[in-house]
């Protein structure tokens, strides 16, 4: 008998923060699928990258089916399984992203733009999900800071605000009506950075990964990884980059406050409401494993010198 996620991810785990609207969801998949809206997505292409060998990982990579099979995106449905299932209604081409707000050179980049504004690194990283699981991902892109800088920051940016795509045709969670409801989120979907959190050279701009370009499940054609905070602050399917001089409000957090900050950095010290963050299951694995603070990336301390890391959830 070959074992689902479902059947190995303990509880609080897979039931997680969808579990107060988990009939809902199911309703409207029923609703989606009979509209005909299910569609898988199509095999994404081979993209070209240089290793990078500063950004290595002591563990092999996930396997690329279970990294593109169960995974959250809530534009596309609340179960691990819809991504896959409904994300062949994603058109990543043509697509465009705007990058404004405190800039002196606000801009509009077109996706293969994007794709040659940086050389094209592949960085292995760890993914930590704020549900409880893991996954090591060897994901190709460029510093966020490459664009960044191309904008040129005026000296009131403080933040950086993430937007992905609102279009219901797309994203039929994004449909009026409890399907809509996708997870109690206000779309578009929105995350954010502070001004040296996005410019730190972990927070990759990313269009691919296991060197193809980036699957419609995952975010394509562009999305960020910021490997030190849980995975939901990763925003996938980008296209407006905007820079803030106030804190950026957030999916999650403006969702439900008291369980998902801005910061949302990977803390084993700090559990979520719900379940504890001390340990985490990697993907492929049985056995659980402790959460590194920041998720092993201590590099970025600096960042929060000073602060109580606690108050960084």
């Known amino acids: 008998m070959k074992l689902r996620y479902s059947d190995i991810t303990p509880e609080p785990t897979y039931l997680n923060r969808r579990a107060f609207m988990v009939g809902i969801g199911a309703l409207a998949l029923g609703a989606c699928a009979s509209e005909g809206d299910a569609a898988p997505p199509p095999e994404p292409g081979p993209l070209k990258a240089t290793p990078n060998p500063a950004y290595k990982y002591p563990d092999p990579p996930t396997k690329y089916e279970s990294a593109t099979t169960y995974n959250n995106f809530y534009e596309f449905g609340t179960d691990k399984g819809d991504p896959v299932a409904h994300a062949g209604s994603l058109r990543p081409r043509p697509w465009s992203v705007v990058v404004d707000g405190l800039v002196a050179k606000p801009q509009r980049l077109d996706i293969d733009e994007i794709l040659k504004l940086a050389a094209l690194e592949e960085r292995v990283y760890s993914l930590r999900c704020v549900e409880g699981w893991s996954m090591v991902i060897p994901w ?29 045709e797309q994203f039929p969670a994004q449909k009026p009506g409890l399907f809509g409801f996708g997870g109690g989120l206000d779309w578009p979907y929105t995350e ?11 927070t990759l701009l990313t269009v691919g990964m296991y060197g193809k370009v980036l699957p419609h499940q995952n975010g394509a054609p562009v999305r960020v990884v910021i490997p030190w905070k849980y995975g939901f602050k990763s925003a996938k399917s980008i296209v407006r980059i905007r820079l803030t001089e106030a804190e950026p409000k957030t999916a999650w957090n403006k969702a439900q406050p008291s369980e998902y900050g801005f910061y949302s950095n990977v803390n084993p010290t700090v559990d979520h409401p719900r379940w504890s963050q001390a340990t985490e299951r990697r993907i492929g694995e049985f056995r659980r494993r402790k959460t590194q603070m920041f998720n092993g990336y201590d590099q970025v301390a600096s960042l929060y010198t000073g602060m109580d890391l606690k108050k960084l959830y």
Do not use: C, Q, W
């Open 192 to 202: 954010g950075l502070r001004l040296d959190e996005a410019m730190h050279p972990l």
């Open 140 to 168: 190709i892109g460029y510093p966020v800071a490459a664009v960044l800088n191309r904008a040129e920051p005026t000296s009131k940016a403080k933040y950086v605000e993430f937007t992905t795509l609102k279009d219901p």
